[in-house]
């Protein structure tokens, strides 16, 4: 669904809910990792606060309702001289490719004026993990900062592991740096008439770059989805062509595109793997109850089921994906960027990331013990079924909507059905 970037903001998600089209079921409360959606009054809302654009909602959606926001492939007639940012996981999506540089030459036939793989800067950022490894001055296991949605779910349910993801930005960043440097360098253009423009395969990658954590400003300028530039790939891809845009990232760069392929590039094995957003979750939990094993050094963690080719706006089934990256990657160098010493721009976040407390009832500490309390209380009350039937996802969820003041109790089948048997016996005596 694309969306203008004038109407972009500080509260921005990718996420959006078409009430039109919304029938008021519940299977979209069930499948939130962040309980961010309630059903009232027979639609569906999702609380900013709490959603994480992981696109859980997109995918169970079976009318449609929850689609993603992107820009419009038009956009680039803003720009004088355009840069696109191919994600790892867009060449999964193609059949018999055996070089990536035939979709990159594509790229440059649908009007794109230049080329930066983010698979590219994905090698640096694994250089520069590596080493932080190495120097062992940060705590370990590290958690690694690529999935914009896992990062947000740490920042809102899993604050003691915040200390755990090391200040570097995910490869797009690094790669919307170099790409400008080098598109100013080439054009002899200021910086505001270039557009730099990332391919994008998930929603979340959409709300990083027009609200990112970490950073000030992004520097990419829009984001297309796979799903939308796709199509127009196909009509102008050629295998027997001979292409103008070489492909400059080997095996650990292309390998990112799917689970399992950042890890790959550590070179080493004390690493932990984990995609889904629900597997996800349980590793999190592990890991904050300290139930994970000793020696482990890096947690590459994906919310979406194959790594960032299982996103909501790729074309391909994610694990048919894998395997073609896999294929594509076999006769590649290991790797064809290294850091030689220096530091990339946008290499590093601007400012630590902080705990969101978007789930605390109350505003201060009095009053959120209070309305805690009132919770527990009408939890006793309660069936424990978590059936859904009130529009929330579980009756604890449900009783922290009743002390909040956005639900009332009569909204529980089970509440109102005790009340009337209860006022029957009344009115009958």
């Given at each position: 669904?694309?969306?203008?970037?004038?109407?972009?903001?500080?509260?921005?998600?990718?996420?959006?809910?078409?009430?039109?089209?919304?029938?008021?079921?519940?299977?979209?409360?069930?499948?939130?990792?962040?309980?961010?959606?309630?059903?009232?009054?027979?639609?569906?809302?999702?609380?900013?606060?709490?959603?994480?654009?992981?696109?859980?909602?997109?995918?169970?959606?079976?009318?449609?309702?929850?689609?993603?926001?992107?820009?419009?492939?038009?956009?680039?007639?803003?720009?004088?001289?355009?840069?696109?940012?191919?994600?790892?996981?867009?060449?999964?999506?193609?059949?018999?490719?055996?070089?990536?540089?035939?979709?990159?030459?594509?790229?440059?036939?649908?009007?794109?004026?230049?080329?930066?793989?983010?698979?590219?800067?994905?090698?640096?950022?694994?250089?520069?993990?590596?080493?932080?490894?190495?120097?062992?001055?940060?705590?370990?296991?590290?958690?690694?900062?690529?999935?914009?949605?896992?990062?947000?779910?740490?920042?809102?349910?899993?604050?003691?592991?915040?200390?755990?993801?090391?200040?570097?930005?995910?490869?797009?960043?690094?790669?919307?740096?170099?790409?400008?440097?080098?598109?100013?360098?080439?054009?002899?253009?200021?910086?505001?008439?270039i557009g730099i423009i990332f391919i994008s395969p998930c929603p979340a990658k959409v709300t990083a770059v027009y609200s990112p954590l970490g950073m000030e400003k992004s520097e990419v300028d829009a984001v297309f989805a796979i799903s939308d530039v796709y199509p127009r790939l196909l009509q102008v891809m050629k295998h027997d062509a001979n292409s103008a845009a070489a492909s400059k990232s080997g095996k650990i760069g292309i390998g990112w595109g799917g689970s399992g392929g950042?890890?790959?590039?550590?070179?080493?094995?004390?690493?932990?793997?984990?995609?889904?957003?629900?597997?996800?979750?349980?590793?999190?939990?592990?890991?904050?109850?300290?139930?994970?094993?000793?020696?482990?050094?890096?947690?590459?963690?994906?919310?979406?089921?194959?790594?960032?080719?299982?996103?909501?706006?790729?074309?391909?089934?994610?694990?048919?994906?894998?395997?073609?990256?896999?294929?594509?990657?076999?006769?590649?160098?290991?790797?064809?960027?290294?850091?030689?010493?220096?530091?990339?721009?946008?290499?590093?976040?601007?400012?630590?990331?902080?705990?969101?407390?978007?789930?605390?009832?109350?505003?201060?500490?009095?009053?959120?013990?209070?309305?805690?309390?009132?919770?527990?209380?009408?939890?006793?009350?309660?069936?424990?079924?978590?059936?859904?039937?009130?529009?929330?996802?579980?009756?604890?969820?449900?009783?922290?909507?009743?002390?909040?003041?956005?639900?009332?109790?009569?909204?529980?089948?089970?509440?109102?059905?005790?009340?009337?048997?209860?006022?029957?016996?009344?009115?009958?005596?």
């Open positions: 669904m694309p969306m203008q970037r004038e109407q972009h903001d500080t509260f921005f998600h990718s996420v959006h809910l078409e009430k039109d089209l919304c029938k008021g079921c519940i299977n979209c409360i069930k499948r939130c990792p962040t309980q961010a959606i309630r059903v009232r009054n027979g639609k569906a809302n999702i609380t900013k606060e709490f959603c994480i654009d992981c696109g859980e909602c997109i995918r169970i959606c079976s009318h449609h309702a929850k689609k993603a926001v992107f820009d419009p492939f038009d956009i680039p007639g803003r720009f004088e001289y355009t840069v696109a940012l191919p994600a790892p996981s867009l060449f999964g999506q193609f059949n018999n490719l055996d070089d990536p540089a035939i979709v990159l030459q594509g790229l440059l036939d649908i009007g794109f004026d230049d080329v930066y793989e983010v698979s590219a800067a994905a090698e640096l950022v694994s250089e520069l993990t590596r080493n932080k490894i190495a120097e062992g001055n940060c705590p370990l296991p590290i958690i690694s900062s690529a999935c914009p949605s896992v990062v947000r779910l740490i920042r809102v349910r899993f604050p003691s592991l915040l200390e755990l993801m090391p200040p570097l930005n995910p490869p797009i960043d690094v790669a919307a740096a170099a790409a400008a440097r080098i598109a100013v360098e080439k054009s002899g253009l200021p910086r505001e008439k950042e890890a790959d590039g550590l070179l080493n094995d004390n690493y932990l793997a984990a995609d889904g957003i629900e597997n996800v979750i349980r590793v999190l939990e592990d890991l904050e109850d300290g139930k994970l094993q000793e020696g482990l050094e890096f947690i590459e963690l994906n919310a979406c089921a194959g790594g960032c080719v299982g996103g909501v706006l790729t074309v391909e089934n994610p694990f048919i994906a894998k395997t073609k990256l896999k294929r594509l990657k076999k006769y590649m160098p290991v790797a064809l960027n290294h850091l030689d010493g220096v530091v990339p721009d946008g290499a590093y976040q601007d400012f630590p990331i902080k705990y969101e407390p978007v789930y605390r009832l109350g505003e201060g500490i009095e009053e959120n013990i209070a309305l805690m309390a009132k919770a527990e209380e009408l939890m006793s009350r309660l069936p424990d079924l978590d059936c859904g039937s009130c529009g929330a996802p579980t009756c604890e969820a449900f009783a922290k909507d009743v002390v909040c003041g956005i639900a009332k109790e009569k909204e529980c089948i089970h509440l109102l059905r005790d009340y009337l048997h209860k006022l029957s016996n009344e009115i009958g005596d």
